[in-house]
């Protein structure tokens, strides 16, 4: 049995720092505060719960369900249906529908895979959580999206990264189960990150090289760039200045107990120089071999960063024997990101 975590897109110290930041107005420091509460309970319930999954061996569908819930600014999941979310009149709901298909179709037209599950599970999302809710969040069973403060965080469905990165976090768990904590954990925000960026570049069809590989850029409000801020986390700079959550970018600078979001900077730099040097698009070649290391029987939950580096080269030699510039590729980014010898 797989494991499940209640996996957010901020993490709570960068929420921490924002509610403490007395240049902010007081609302925007509660919506911080109120949002690291609500989260704590989030992994609270969750770690009560049997870790379990909805993975079954019987195909529900050949493309997911899509479902769409309104929380109206309450806390109780999954709040009331919305009928027809594609065509609602609430611009969150048919961004929020609109886009998770789309992020089943990439995973299917790019991976050959039906849902998070690979058994067409449906994927179900709830949207205006909270008041002034600050992080997007899989559950271990769905999405869930907060409106924002309006300030630092906008609606969290407006940037298609974020949707790409929590539907990912579905696929971790029902192929490695990647455990949430330590370098496991790490990975699991990683390989995230580096599908919600693939996804985004597959729906503008960019290539790595034109790609500006930044997460959560569209969720930045006024106050947050005002500050400088452009993005949550840059996967080709993690240590920018322009980071609302900077991250080291090699292991000689990894954080021991650090947060989880805070570690994923080093393999997500790793991916980004593989994709660069291979050229053309990143999903292609690299996003491939890293689909591959996620789903190999291989893979085991509390793989470190050097196993899940060693098993990307195994698989780049395994998929491309006749092209050695990927496996070349993926090595010198381990090899740069000094996960690798």
């Given at each position: 049995?797989?494991?499940?975590?209640?996996?957010?897109?901020?993490?709570?110290?960068?929420?921490?720092?924002?509610?403490?930041?007395?240049?902010?107005?007081?609302?925007?420091?509660?919506?911080?505060?109120?949002?690291?509460?609500?989260?704590?309970?989030?992994?609270?319930?969750?770690?009560?719960?049997?870790?379990?999954?909805?993975a079954g061996t019987v195909t529900l569908a050949v493309t997911p369900t899509i479902l769409v819930y309104d929380e109206r600014h309450s806390q109780t999941l999954p709040g009331a249906?919305?009928?027809?979310?594609?065509?609602?009149?609430?611009?969150?709901?048919?961004?929020?529908?609109?886009?998770?298909?789309?992020?089943?179709?990439?995973?299917?037209?790019?991976?050959?895979?039906?849902?998070?599950?690979?058994?067409?599970?449906?994927l179900a999302s709830s949207i205006h959580y909270g008041n002034s809710y600050n992080n997007a969040m899989w559950n271990g069973h769905q999405m869930i999206y907060g409106d924002g403060?309006?300030?630092?965080?906008?609606?969290?469905?407006?940037?298609?990264?974020?949707?790409?990165?929590?539907?990912?976090?579905?696929?971790?768990?029902?192929?490695?189960?990647?455990?949430?904590?330590?370098?496991?954990?790490?990975?699991?925000?990683?390989?995230?990150?580096?599908?919600?960026?693939?996804?985004?570049?597959?729906?503008?069809?960019?290539?790595?090289?034109?790609?500006?590989?930044?997460?959560?850029?569209?969720?930045?409000?006024?106050?947050?760039?005002?500050?400088?801020?452009?993005?949550?986390?840059?996967?080709?700079?993690?240590?920018?200045?322009?980071?609302?959550?900077?991250?080291?970018?090699?292991?000689?600078?990894?954080?021991?107990?650090?947060?989880?979001?805070?570690?994923?900077?080093?393999?997500?730099?790793?991916?980004?120089?593989?994709?660069?040097?291979?050229?053309?698009?990143?999903?292609?070649?690299?996003?491939?071999?890293?689909?591959?290391?996620?789903?190999?029987p291989k893979a085991t939950p509390g793989m470190g960063f050097k196993k899940f580096a060693a098993l990307t080269v195994a698989i780049a030699k395994s998929l491309y024997p006749m092209?050695?510039?990927?496996?070349?590729?993926?090595?010198?980014?381990?090899?740069?990101?000094?996960?690798?010898?």
């Amino acid at each position: 049995m797989k494991s499940s975590c209640t996996c957010s897109l901020v993490p709570e110290h960068v929420l921490e720092k924002l509610s403490a930041d007395t240049s902010l107005p007081p609302r925007v420091r509660l919506a911080c505060t109120e949002t690291v509460k609500a989260d704590r309970g989030f992994r609270k319930v969750r770690t009560a719960q049997k870790d379990a999954t909805f993975a079954g061996t019987v195909t529900l569908a050949v493309t997911p369900t899509i479902l769409v819930y309104d929380e109206r600014h309450s806390q109780t999941l999954p709040g009331a249906p919305i009928p027809s979310p594609t065509v609602s009149d609430d611009a969150t709901a048919k961004r929020c529908a609109l886009e998770t298909a789309a992020v089943a179709s990439f995973y299917q037209a790019v991976f050959g895979r039906n849902s998070v599950d690979d058994h067409g599970a449906t994927l179900a999302s709830s949207i205006h959580y909270g008041n002034s809710y600050n992080n997007a969040m899989w559950n271990g069973h769905q999405m869930i999206y907060g409106d924002g403060d309006g300030q630092i965080f906008l609606d969290f469905t407006a940037s298609n990264d974020v949707i790409g990165h929590e539907l990912t976090h579905g696929v971790t768990q029902h192929t490695a189960g990647l455990i949430y904590s330590g370098e496991s954990g790490a990975l699991n925000e990683s390989i995230s990150d580096c599908f919600g960026s693939m996804f985004r570049q597959w729906q503008a069809n960019q290539t790595s090289a034109t790609a500006d590989w930044l997460i959560g850029a569209s969720i930045m409000g006024p106050a947050a760039v005002a500050k400088g801020y452009t993005c949550l986390r840059d996967m080709a700079s993690p240590g920018a200045t322009h980071c609302l959550s900077p991250q080291p970018g090699d292991y000689a600078h990894y954080v021991p107990g650090g947060d989880v979001h805070t570690n994923s900077g080093i393999p997500n730099r790793a991916f980004c120089l593989a994709a660069k040097a291979c050229g053309g698009n990143s999903w292609t070649k690299v996003g491939k071999v890293w689909y591959g290391a996620l789903t190999s029987p291989k893979a085991t939950p509390g793989m470190g960063f050097k196993k899940f580096a060693a098993l990307t080269v195994a698989i780049a030699k395994s998929l491309y024997p006749m092209d050695g510039t990927v496996q070349a590729a993926v090595v010198s980014a381990w090899n740069t990101t000094r996960v690798l010898p």
